[in-house]
């Protein structure tokens, strides 16, 4: 169940993240062609940073679901498995606390927004530009929450995700070599 | 005492394993919310966002894009068959061609792991058939693979570049020359070892085979010419520049090589995606930590302590390089640059040291970080290739780390070195 819960997951965030990708290269591309050809875009810097700002968002919650952001796993890894099982609770517990904050103070800010819009594309909320906020946060805990199992299988048999990561990169070179 | 409680909570989520993007935001919340109540926290979501709409960190997910588009084709093999074919037929030229083509290649996608395992496997293989020592292997491929770090495009200089509000193109023309001296310093290295423990050379050199090996690998060598040659030009910025590194690397992997298809493109965005936000989500978080760092003035009262020990410039800059060597040792570079930066620029500012110079100084550090354990994924990914051990390979590399840590000197006691370029085309 988690299982298939995770693959869609992983896939829906996959998805909007090669989107984001796909459109801030084109943003940026369609900027140098328009600029060449005398009439720069207007609204390029901000559409191309708010661009960023979500594949921020929905790229983290992607690292996240594959626990892939930088941490230092080394010492972690050196305690005793009874304080690691421990230790591996809190950290959950403070991941989760941090994005619920920033989850909840996202929300309670489009409301605060109101009617402003972005400065060059005048029909474009603020609130629909800034939504990332909550939303990225809520994906964020829901990536923590889907892979929780097995990230805490790994903590217990002391599996290190960077030494996972750099052999998975020497078979993917060995294969195309 | 708000100092302790800064790097006492950083120490303590770190070692229990909290993200450290999570880790910096998390201290720096609490900490805003302890002196100026809960309503902070309304302030930490939107500094959040601004940090990471950054415009000049626009260029890190399209250089990454690039390189992890170029990482899926053949570009590694036939670099080495160009490299193997100029310098093939010095002693030693196996490990030479290794240097030649991580400083051309290393560092291309963001993922210093990925590319170190494209050149490593098939590069130290290749060595250890030719009698060259495992550790020797994984030590060349290491440390050559750090130096291309100061060779443009780089990532940590984007990042550097977009924190420390320095110029971009400018830190890239700054690396090219010590880039250039760290590399052929490490081949003359290489050539001592070849003497020493009389190591092969490759095949007679031949104007035939160079020429039909320039050929093949003239269309990977086309793309850093003409988006390099467009930044440094002035005719395209550095963000522009890696839009075309996009377009190009498409072209080139896609129409000329016709080696990239739906699953190779897939997995390239998605590494793109991933490499990005992990650096972004550090960027975004830590701009909530400059903010709180900035409100109860840490950077001002560092650059003030530093200044009441010494205000010589070159005092200064043997300080920061002694804390960076030492943060380089645990921390991954990104995350180092972006902890680093906010607290050391005033005082840089204050002492009057040119930001690019300190550009290079930070990056060239991040490099030594690279080939330090006990954080050390390059050296782990080569160590992992060779099947050697990490601290047995690591005595063999203590020369290597020398040539990083003299470029390092260089850099920061003579500043023509990476500044000369600048001032000729830029002041």
Redesign the interface.
């Known amino acids: 169940m988690i299982k298939t819960l995770n693959r869609w997951f992983e896939w829906l965030l ?1 998805v909007a ?2 989107i ?3 459109s ?2 084109l943003v ?2 369609l ?2 062609i328009f ?1 060449f050809s005398g009439s720069s875009l207007v609204w390029y ?1 901000e559409v ?3 661009l ?2 979500w ?6 919650a ?3 679901l ?1 626990r ?9 890894l050196a305690l005793p498995r009874k304080i690691r099982s421990l ?2 609770v ?2 959950e517990f ?2 989760i ?3 619920l ?2 989850g ?3 929300w ?2 489009l409301g605060v927004f109101g009617e402003e819009t972005l400065i060059s594309l005048p029909w474009v909320p603020l609130w629909f530009t ?1 939504s ?2 909550p939303i990225g946060a809520a994906l964020f805990i829901a990536a923590e929450i889907l892979s929780l199992p097995d990230a805490w299988h790994k ?1 217990l048999v002391g599996t290190d995700y ?2 996972q ?3 998975e ?2 078979e ?3 294969q ?2 | 005492m708000t100092i302790a409680f800064i790097v006492i909570g950083l120490f303590i989520l770190v070692l229990i394993n909290v993200p450290i993007a999570v880790a910096l935001g998390l201290v720096a919340i609490v900490g805003m919310m302890i002196s100026r109540g809960y309503d902070s926290v309304y302030n930490a979501a939107l500094t959040m966002f601004d940090g990471a709409t950054n415009f000049p960190l626009l260029a890190i997910p399209l250089f990454i894009l690039a390189g992890a588009l170029m990482n899926t084709t053949s570009i590694s093999r036939r670099l080495i068959s160009l490299t193997s074919a100029l310098i093939g037929f010095v002693r030693g030229g196996l490990a030479m061609v290794n240097v030649g083509v991580s400083m051309f290649f290393a560092e291309i996608s963001g993922s210093a792991v990925a590319d170190v395992a494209a050149l490593g496997s098939v590069l130290i293989p290749a060595m250890v058939r030719r009698r060259y020592t495992a550790k020797l292997a994984a030590a060349v491929t290491s440390s050559s693979a750090s130096i291309a770090i100061i060779i443009p495009p780089s990532i940590a200089m984007i990042i550097y570049g977009a924190l420390a509000d320095a110029s971009i193109v400018q830190l890239f023309v700054a690396g090219i020359v010590p880039g250039v001296l760290g590399g052929l310093a490490m081949m003359a290295l290489c050539y001592w070892h070849a003497v020493r423990q009389d190591l092969p050379r490759e095949e007679a050199f031949d104007l035939g085979r160079l020429w039909k090996a320039f050929k093949e690998a003239g269309w990977a060598l086309m793309l850093p010419v003409i988006i390099l040659g467009g930044i440094f030009g002035g005719i395209v910025t550095a963000t522009e520049g890696a839009g075309l590194a996009v377009v190009a690397a498409l072209f080139i992997g896609g129409v000329i090589y016709r080696e990239l298809n739906w699953k190779h493109l897939r997995k390239a965005m998605i590494e793109g995606v991933m490499q990005t936000a992990v650096v972004m989500l550090l960027v975004a978080t830590s701009a909530v930590l400059g903010l709180y760092l900035t409100e109860i003035q840490v950077p001002q009262n560092f650059a003030r302590w530093v200044m009441d020990l010494t205000n010589n410039k070159y005092a200064v800059l043997a300080l920061l390089n002694c804390g960076l060597f030492v943060i380089g040792m645990f921390l991954h570079g990104a995350a180092a640059i972006i902890l680093v930066v906010p607290i050391v620029m005033p005082l840089i500012n204050q002492i009057g040291i040119d930001p690019i110079q300190f550009g290079l100084i930070m990056t060239l550090n991040i490099a030594v970080g690279q080939q330090t354990p006990p954080v050390a994924s390059v050296l782990v990914t080569s160590c992992s290739i060779a099947k050697t051990d990490i601290w047995e390979t690591t005595k063999v590399n203590i020369p290597f780390i020398l040539v990083l840590l003299g470029v390092l000197l260089l850099v920061t006691y003579v500043p023509a070195v990476s500044l000369t370029l600048v001032d000729i085309f830029y002041k």
């Open positions: 996959e993240s090669i984001l990708l796909i801030l290269a940026v591309v900027a140098v600029r810097d191309a940073s708010v960023l700002a594949l921020t968002y929905y790229g983290a992607l690292a996240a594959k892939g952001h930088l941490g230092f796993a080394g010492l972690f230790a591996f809190l950290a403070f991941v606390s941090f994005f904050a920033i909840w103070a996202g309670y800010l800034q990332v906020i903590a960077e030494k990561e750099i052999e990169a020497i993917e070179a060995r195309s070599s």
